[in-house]
């Protein structure tokens, strides 16, 4: 037992040497790179419209579906959530089933489904994949928006920006969105007690009937599957689903300003400043420069070992963290660099 102590002091002493010694301002040389192999998946289309991409993945007897919209954000004007809204309507109940059965049948196979106002995700064992369809396909042809249902999730989203009064992060996460976009564009729009509470049955039923189109929407498929197998069944549950023309949105697109602009919004008692520095950029995602620009950020902040993290955290104590991030949108992308930083040091931070 002695001799162990002895033993396990002497590995903590080299170990504590070799820390002291570890030059943390140079990068250990990299490895070799990993060999991604992603391959081509196979593809087919419905006579709707559906576009369907099968990408085979045979280690684990699982499945996932997602189904994902291509259409334009819309301008909620003075009811802004109501998009979202619509998208939490889809699980609460179908023509067929109500929020109850589809939470019981969802729970008895193990699956998990989750929808937004851009689409629906469903993931399970391969053996249950007819069932999974045949729920999915339901929600998505067949929601039935029920005004109780509404009138939860108004409370629920209510509920959530009222504690996010306080919180410093929300209130800068508001503030960054109009200064970036302008208060008429979607991206821009903010949700408030009041704008929800405008939210009615009619809007969520209008956004889900003009957009949730067959033609507008791609279905990736993911898993233990073969085309021959799963298409079948994709036609099986989703060609009745009719297309439609939807509508194009288009906005001005925001510029960033000629000269810096200073946003500032006093918390009482907070002890720490919430720094954000933003602004637009035209980065789409099919864009070549897309993955330098993601590998420029990756030096300037996209982690711990990045030069804002290290100067502003190592070599001055500012901050526990500060990072950047760079975004590319269809419509607008934005770069944006973050930190919360002491009162006391907020402009030595921002010099």
């Known amino acids: 037992m002695k001799h162990s102590s002895t033993l396990l002091l002497a590995l903590i002493f080299i170990t504590s040497l070799s820390a002291q010694k570890l030059d943390r301002s140079k990068k250990p040389a990299a490895g070799p790179a990993p060999q991604i ?32 919209l291509d259409v ?42 989750s929808t937004s106002s851009k689409g ?36 629920q989203t209510k509920s959530g920006l009222a504690s996010s009064k306080d919180d410093p992060d929300a209130i800068a996460s508001n503030v960054k969105s109009v200064l970036l976009y302008g208060k008429k564009h979607p991206y821009g729009e903010v949700v408030t007690e009041e704008s929800i ?7 969520c039923k209008k956004y889900y009937n003009t957009y949730f189109k067959p033609n507008v929407a791609y279905l990736a498929i993911v898993g233990d599957v073969t085309v021959a197998e799963i298409k079948p069944l994709i036609e099986k549950y989703f060609a009745n ?35 954000n520095i933003t602004y637009p950029i035209n980065l789409k995602q099919n ?29 001055y104590g500012y901050t526990y963290g500060a990072y950047s991030r760079i975004s590319a949108d269809e419509i607008v992308g934005n770069f944006n660099a973050f930190a919360k930083v002491r009162n006391e040091v907020t402009d030595s931070a921002l010099t």
Not at 123 to 148: G, V
Not at 243 to 265: E, G, H, I, L, M
């Open 37 to 68: 192999n992603i391959g081509t998946p196979a593809t087919f289309t419905l006579p709707n419209g559906l576009k369907v991409f099968v990408v085979e993945n045979h280690k684990l007897p699982r499945v996932a579906f997602s189904l994902s």
């Open 72 to 113: 334009d954000p819309v301008l909620e004007g003075d009811m802004a959530g109501y998009v979202d809204a619509t998208g939490q309507l889809l699980e609460r109940g179908t023509k067929n089933r109500t929020k109850q059965q589809l939470d019981e049948e969802i729970d008895f196979i193990g699956a998990s489904i």
């Open 120 to 155: 629906v995700y469903a993931a399970s064992l391969k053996k249950h994949q007819d069932k999974l369809l045949n729920i999915m396909s339901d929600i998505i042809l067949n929601s039935d928006f029920k005004q109780e249902e509404l009138t939860k999730i108004i409370t």
């Open 197 to 203: 509470e405008k939210a009615t049955l009619e809007q």
């Open 241 to 275: 689903w009719e297309k439609a023309d939807v509508p194009v949105n288009k906005y001005k697109t925001p510029t960033a300003p000629s000269k810096t602009r200073v946003a500032f919004v006093h918390k009482e008692g907070a002890t720490q400043s919430v720094v």
């Open 287 to 315: 864009n070549p420069d897309v993955i330098k620009a993601q590998m420029m950020n990756s030096i300037l902040g996209g982690s711990a070992t990045a030069r804002l993290f290290m100067n502003l955290r190592e070599t």
